[in-house]
């Protein structure tokens, strides 16, 4: 089996493990059935990252040590297990004898976690497999299967709008999440069947390195295969013989700022405790927090901001007689968002593979220079959220949004595999996962508590419905603390970006 046939199944299991980023697309639908506030409705949906995050550490280090089927396992069943839940809860609503009524908030928030977690599971076996198949297309290789994580929302709201959306007046919610849960269920089996490591030839005494490079179209130079030669004599001192032999194996080193003190990707492994000694490693945690939490709290409150917009502007006679309801805008909305998503994971990998490995020395580019960038991206989309008052153009916010956090996921692995080594790649990405786990959920509650503190307690003549669910109607009032928070949020991580890509030469001179 080749690796390209590796790279195609993992992508397919990816495509299931990004449904986390389709909750805004369902829970606006879920809070009106079970009338949850605010609050409520972010505490499940950070429960579903919360399970991404907090499982990453384990499962990364249980693909690390016994490979990629057992987790698939587990994707299958906390996937599909999680959504089918998800969907009793909402068909039962808030009945006596349903399931809200028995497990309440507690039980959606374990359906969710048991989501996230399955998604943790996918994505890290599918990833692992592909990073051990290839070598200097490493990343453009990774960031096809993380653009297809992204594009998982875009995915399952066009088969939504395509299949289930053919009757307005019919509630598709339930049809929805049947569609993600047998949706996960087939790409997990797909995996399952196909998804595993294929080393490279030279690994397992096929041809050389030089051949296989050739073979994935990028055949080093002269200039590169000298310098390689120079630092493994340099290494092994007056033992000669030994270092000549040992020289194939010197094959992942760095073209860019090559030093003779630094390590291949596959001879380096800073992991475990070890990581706490290193600096880079507190600067890449704060950074993918900072960047993570803004990313996540645009995502999971969208609908929400575009219920509020939608709603504003109806109560002030703004709203267009051809305007799109608010529940169309918000899935096409989600849709744009996850398309930009999977946009900015294969736009980093591929510009980063192609500005390190194929542009003229002198111009050659280290991939933390894409950490400033993200920011950069970032930081704007908050600013155009704060500005934007109307609902059917928040689709600026949205795209930048979704590119950035495209951008930073795409980009943020890859660099913490070069930085500190690939034996322990998906056990290090875990721990670095921790990150978006802790930052997303504080953003997400806190813009939870600044909405909640702006719904109206007594009712409106106009607005009683929405006021009783729990809905401001204030416009941007409801939430504009919280860009403002997040927008300070993406400015540090920009100052952060700046210190990794200028400041820590270590970033640079171990890049691979």
Not at 220 to 246: H, K
Not at 334 to 350: M, Q, T, Y
Request: proline fraction near 4%; charge should be positive.
């Amino acid at each position: 089996m080749g690796r390209y046939t590796v790279l195609v199944a993992a992508t397919t299991v990816a495509l299931s493990c990004g449904t986390n980023y389709a909750y805004s697309a369902y829970a606006p639908q879920l809070a009106n059935a079970l009338s949850l506030s605010s609050t409520q409705t972010n505490l499940i949906g950070v429960c579903g990252n919360l399970g991404v995050y907090l499982s990453s550490p384990f499962i990364g280090r249980a693909v690390d040590r016994r490979g990629p089927k057992p987790t698939l396992a587990l994707a299958a069943v906390a996937l599909t297990g999680g959504y089918l839940v998800i969907r009793a809860f909402y068909v039962a609503g808030d009945a006596l004898d349903g399931l809200y009524a028995r497990l309440g908030v507690p039980g959606l928030m374990a359906a969710e976690l048991l989501t996230g977690i399955g998604s943790t599971a996918g994505l890290s076996s599918a990833g692992n497999s592909v990073a051990r198949s290839f070598k200097k297309r490493r990343a453009a290789a990774l960031s096809v299967v993380l653009s297809a994580f992204g594009l998982s929302a875009f995915f399952y709201s066009t088969l939504s709008s395509l299949f289930l959306h053919s009757r307005t007046d019919t509630d598709t919610t339930p049809a929805f999440l049947l569609l993600l849960a047998l949706g996960s269920l087939v790409s997990t089996v797909v995996g399952l069947l196909f998804v595993r490591p294929v080393p490279p030839a030279s690994a397992v005494g096929g041809p050389t390195t030089a051949a296989v490079d050739r073979e994935e179209g990028e055949e080093r130079t002269a200039e590169e295969v000298s310098a390689e030669a120079e630092a493994a004599l340099s290494e092994a001192g007056d033992d000669v013989p030994a270092a000549r032999d040992s020289a194939p194996r010197q094959d992942e080193r760095t073209p860019l700022l090559r030093s003779t003190s630094s390590k291949s990707v596959q001879e380096r492994n800073i992991s475990g405790w070890a990581l706490f000694h290193e600096l880079d490693f507190y600067l890449i945690f704060l950074f993918n927090g900072l960047c993570a939490g803004v990313g996540l709290c645009y995502i999971n409150n969208l609908g929400t901001v575009v219920r509020s917009l939608a709603l504003a502007q109806s109560g002030n006679g703004f709203l267009a007689a051809a305007a799109p309801s608010p529940a169309v805008l918000q899935s096409r909305l989600v849709s744009l968002l996850s398309l930009f998503n999977s946009l900015g994971r294969l736009f980093s990998g591929f510009t980063s593979d192609h500005l390190l490995h194929s542009s003229p020395l002198p111009f050659r580019v280290p991939r933390v220079a894409f950490l400033p960038l993200t920011a950069s991206i970032l930081l704007l989309s908050q600013l155009v959220a704060l500005q934007t008052a109307r609902a059917e153009s928040l689709w600026a916010a949205t795209a930048l949004t979704g590119m950035a956090h495209g951008c930073l996921f795409g980009i943020s692995g890859i660099v913490g595999l070069e930085r500190f080594g690939l034996r322990s790649f998906s056990q290090t990405n875990g721990v670095l996962a921790l990150a978006p786990a802790l930052f997303g959920q504080t953003t997400n509650l806190l813009f939870g508590r600044i909405y909640d503190a702006h719904v109206p307690h007594s009712p409106r003549t106009s607005f009683v419905a929405a006021v009783a669910s729990g809905t401001c109607t204030l416009g941007r009032a409801c939430y504009a603390p919280a860009f403002v928070l997040t927008s300070c949020m993406a400015l540090g991580a920009l100052a952060l970006g700046l210190w990794l890509a200028l400041g820590r030469k270590a970033m640079r001179v171990r890049a691979a």
